[in-house]
């Protein structure tokens, strides 16, 4: 158990952290950054899976047949669109408002739907835990929104920027279900010998693949549309795309911790599990801001209040 929350703290701290490589992009344009991350996303979920799953995965994927991996890979395809969604919204209503709409919905939905559709609903003392947690996640997730909020100078922007911002946590919370729909592949991986961090790379793969390669054609539609192809062989792309390559390994690393972490929590590993890591992620994001300057000169007193709660939120949710 003490294995599986240490796993689970560095992947917050991954998660938390690859979003510094967001705040600049040039000389691409934003779909070409994009679409180079999502293609960097693919090269390495797909490599890893594909290395650390040896030769005997493909035939244990085969037998399944395409049916079995149809929802994880819809539910990947889901995110990815909306990530998309996310980078737009904020561009209509900010980056703090946009993170908290998605942020919580994404709690929500990635934690109780996986409940829900495989029949793991705690009951007793593990539900007024688990309920807690969530809520106090909640709480945590609107006092920082809120903070950030005032420190933006207000909630401007459209009605649009609030739907998109819906539309991605609802979008987001689906990779979790996508994850937690391959649970008995990843038994069965165990059973055949398979390393834990090999069961976790296979079951996030389709999922991963899905939503990035949604995201890669989405851009290149844009791209082309836009006539901004161009920008890929401008000076200082090559640097970027090397950037782009650190950040999605990062932010790979955070999903793969968290997948073994999963494993280890057992049967509420990836529902209670989902509530942990986007608290700590939260908190960790929290801090880069703090460091970076991002802060400076704004009052504070709601964001460490927020903080406290996330806090809170993960001793409630630990002890479920």
């Known amino acids: 158990m003490v294995y599986g929350f240490l796993l689970l703290l560095l992947a917050g701290l991954c998660q938390g952290s690859f979003g510094l490589g967001y705040k600049k992009y040039p000389p691409f344009s934003w779909a070409a950054f994009w679409g180079v991350y999502c293609l960097c996303c693919i090269v390495i979920s797909g490599g890893f899976a594909a290395v650390s799953g040896g030769v005997g995965v493909f035939s244990m994927i085969a037998e399944r047949g395409p049916g079995y991996w149809l929802a994880p890979i819809l539910c990947g395809a889901v995110w990815g669109?909306?990530?998309?969604?996310?980078?737009?919204?904020?561009?209509?209503?900010?980056?703090?408002?946009?993170?908290?709409?998605s942020m919580g919905i994404s709690t929500i939905v990635g934690s109780v739907a996986p409940m829900i559709i495989n029949k793991t609903v705690p009951s007793g003392g593990s539900l007024f835990f688990f309920a807690m947690g969530l809520i106090l996640t909640l709480l945590g997730v609107v006092l920082v929104t809120a903070a950030g909020v005032k420190r933006d100078g207000g909630a401007k922007g459209s009605a649009l920027g609030i739907i998109l911002s819906v539309l991605s946590g609802l979008g987001s919370g689906m990779m979790n279900v996508g994850f937690t729909r391959t649970e008995d592949f990843g038994a069965d991986m165990l059973l055949n010998g398979a390393g834990s961090a090999a069961v976790s790379a296979v079951r996030w793969a389709?999922?991963?693949?899905?939503?990035?390669?949604?995201?890669?054609?989405?851009c290149a539609a844009e791209m082309s549309a836009?006539?901004?192809?161009?920008?890929?062989?401008?000076?200082?792309?090559?640097?970027?795309?090397?950037?782009?390559?650190?950040?999605?390994?990062?932010?790979?690393?955070?999903?793969?911790?968290?997948?073994?972490?999963?494993?280890?929590?057992?049967?509420?590993?990836?529902?209670?599990?989902?509530?942990?890591?986007?608290?700590?992620?939260?908190?960790?994001?929290?801090?880069?801001?703090?460091?970076?300057?991002?802060?400076?000169?704004?009052?504070?007193?709601?964001?460490?209040?927020?903080?406290?709660?996330?806090?809170?939120?993960?001793?409630?949710?630990?002890?479920?």
Not at 84 to 98: A, D, H, N, Q
Not at 206 to 218: D, E, S, T
Not at 297 to 302: M, P, R, V, Y
Request: with cysteine; net charge positive.
């Open 206 to 218: 389709p999922v991963l693949i899905g939503g990035c390669l949604a995201g890669a054609l989405w």
């Open 226 to 320: 836009k006539k901004e192809w161009k920008t890929l062989t401008e000076n200082g792309a090559l640097k970027r795309c090397g950037v782009l390559f650190g950040v999605a390994i990062v932010w790979y690393a955070a999903l793969l911790l968290y997948g073994l972490s999963s494993e280890a929590l057992g049967s509420l590993g990836s529902t209670a599990g989902w509530i942990l890591f986007n608290a700590l992620a939260l908190i960790v994001s929290v801090g880069w801001g703090l460091k970076t300057g991002e802060w400076k000169g704004h009052k504070k007193g709601a964001l460490f209040a927020g903080c406290a709660v996330l806090i809170a939120a993960w001793v409630f949710t630990a002890l479920a």
């Open 81 to 101: 669109l909306s990530a998309i969604g996310f980078s737009k919204g904020i561009t209509m209503i900010g980056m703090s408002l946009v993170y908290g709409v």
